[in-house]
């Protein structure tokens, strides 16, 4: 199976930045829509942002609109995720995860990055 791993998570001031990165394990043909989600300690995971493969069409939650931005390489099957003007409550474990773009699952998960915003 498809294996995720991300990276680029630590400790930042806020208002500061911080870019995210998503790599998938292998060489595949697959196409994925490919998305970020996080956990705060204590909550519930949420979802950030989300990039379909067919058209590039991206959506974020509102929580995050205007500071964040997701992009891909779609030859390298690689994530990102820009996370600009940090707040405190951005503190959470943030998850790249994967589906084929096709189906209405996301099937593949990495183990997560901790991102931490100081006040």
């Known amino acids: 199976q498809v294996q995720l791993v991300e990276s680029g998570g630590g400790l930042v001031q806020a208002g500061g930045s911080l870019r995210l990165s998503c790599t998938a394990s292998g060489r595949t043909v697959r196409n994925y829509d490919m998305a970020w989600f996080r956990q705060p300690a204590g909550k519930e995971r949420e979802f950030v942002a989300v990039?379909?493969?067919?058209?590039?069409?991206?959506h974020y939650a509102d929580s995050v609109k205007g500071r964040f931005t997701i992009s891909r390489d779609n030859v390298k099957t690689m994530v990102y995720l820009q996370m600009n003007s940090l707040k405190p409550e951005d503190t959470a474990v943030y998850c790249c995860a994967a589906r084929s773009s096709g189906d209405s699952d996301w099937a593949f998960w990495g183990q997560g990055t901790q991102v931490t915003v100081s006040s």
């Open positions: 990039r379909r493969w067919s058209d590039g069409v991206t």
